[in-house]
């Protein structure tokens, strides 16, 4: 029953950032307190507008390439995947590459970011039809771009993560909290786990 559940890369994202969130997102249907998430929410149409357009911008030159396409949504009925990729770019040579876009400062790559780009590369994958292998993170506020290796031992971690977030959407058991306690000050989930 849980391989019918459909998975959002942003449930991927989260749940490596700690597992609980899924639960509190997808079993609860909760909110995060007033965070980035809420105050995107109450943006007005034009506001949206706005940020994709300023999102689209900084992709266009975040990495150089003969093609984009921006805001691609994909489902992968046999991935039991969906999400909407911020850009898929033809490098010269013809190779296809994802590129992430966040709205963050960061001078490293975050662990639940790449492996947030490696799911939206199992999309692409369907998408184009053909095999990708690397991809881009790019951290708009700090203006930096990474390179990252999507190998296949990383997708089939996915794969097997998927079907671990589809068993909490399910079972709706709680998960254990993320062993990195310092990760809980900055959780908008705080106020309803109160971890130990
Ligand atoms: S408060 Fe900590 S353990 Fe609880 S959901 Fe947030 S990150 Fe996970």
């Known amino acids: 029953m849980s391989d019918e559940v459909f998975v959002d890369v942003t449930d991927v994202k989260q749940y490596f950032y700690c597992p609980r969130i899924v639960y509190f997102m997808r079993v609860l ?42 805001g691609v949504f994909v489902e992968s009925r046999r991935l039991r995947l969906r999400g909407v990729i911020d850009c898929l770019a033809c490098l010269p040579g013809g190779e296809w590459v994802v590129v992430e876009y966040k709205d963050t400062y960061s001078t490293r790559v975050q662990i639940h970011h790449y492996y947030q780009l490696v799911a939206y590369t199992l999309l692409a994958q369907e998408y184009l039809n053909k095999i990708i292998s690397r991809g881009f993170l790019f951290y708009a506020l700090s203006g930096r771009v990474f390179e990252v290796a999507v ?18 959407i399910v079972s709706e058991e709680l998960p254990k909290p993320t062993p990195t306690k310092s990760k809980c000050r900055s959780c908008g989930y705080y106020r309803y786990c109160l971890r130990a």
Request: include cysteine; hydrophobic fraction near 30%.
């Open 151 to 168: 190998p296949s031992s990383a997708k089939e971690y996915v794969k097997k993560t998927i079907k671990k977030i589809q068993r909490i």
């Open 29 to 70: 249907g909760l909110c995060e307190r007033v965070t980035e998430s809420m105050r995107v929410g109450r943006e007005s149409h034009e506001e949206i507008r706005c940020r994709e357009e300023r999102k689209v911008k900084l992709l266009s030159t975040a990495i150089y390439a003969d093609e984009k396409i921006f």
